[in-house]
Each structure stands twice: as C-alpha cells, then as structure tokens.
C-alpha cells in the first residue's frame, strides 16, 4: 500500500501542520476499542481523532501527542475542526436503487 497522501493547513498563530487525507476504518476502530466497553466522551474521542490525524508539526514528526497540548488554545480548536471535516468527509450515502 502506498503511503497516505496528507495535506497542510496553517493554524491562526502561523504554525504549519500536516494532517492525514483520511482516517482510516482501522484507525478509527482502535480508538474505540481502546476503553475496553466503556464508551469514550466526545472529548476524549476528539483528542484520539487529533492524535492520530495529524502527522507533524512544523516539520517536526517526534512527539506529537505533547506538541498538541503545547500548542495555543486557538490553534488547538481550529485543528480540532480539520480534523472534524476529515472525518465527516464529503461522501454521497450509498442508496438503494430505486424499483
């Protein structure tokens, strides 16, 4: 499999992060499974989604979990809002065919 393409997109405070095109089923199913039956809060589901969405960080691919946390506030929110519309992507439901 060829690696993901990832795009970038500039916080408010300047910093350049490259997010994934897409967050994979798979990916998506281990934050999940993670909690081990107990369901996630929509907080801790959004900080999972973050996490494994974005790929670095000016440049920087080392520590990104403490790179999120160091960032501004507002940065931190807007990225959280990429990372919505990764998720929710631009997809058509699939419908049945019409008789």
């Known amino acids: 499999m060829s690696e993901r393409k990832t795009n970038s997109v500039t916080t408010p405070s300047g910093r350049v992060v490259a997010l994934k095109e897409y967050i994979s089923a798979g990916e998506f199913l281990d934050i999940n499974d993670a909690k081990e039956g107990a369901d996630l809060s929509k907080t801790e589901l ?54």
């Open 46 to 99: 959004a900080k999972r989604l973050v996490s494994i969405a974005v790929v670095s960080i000016d440049g920087a691919t080392e520590d990104i979990a403490n790179a999120l946390r160091a960032l501004p506030l507002g940065d931190y929110l807007f990225l959280s809002k990429e990372v919505t519309k990764i998720v929710n992507g631009d997809f058509t439901e699939a419908k049945a065919p019409q008789s």
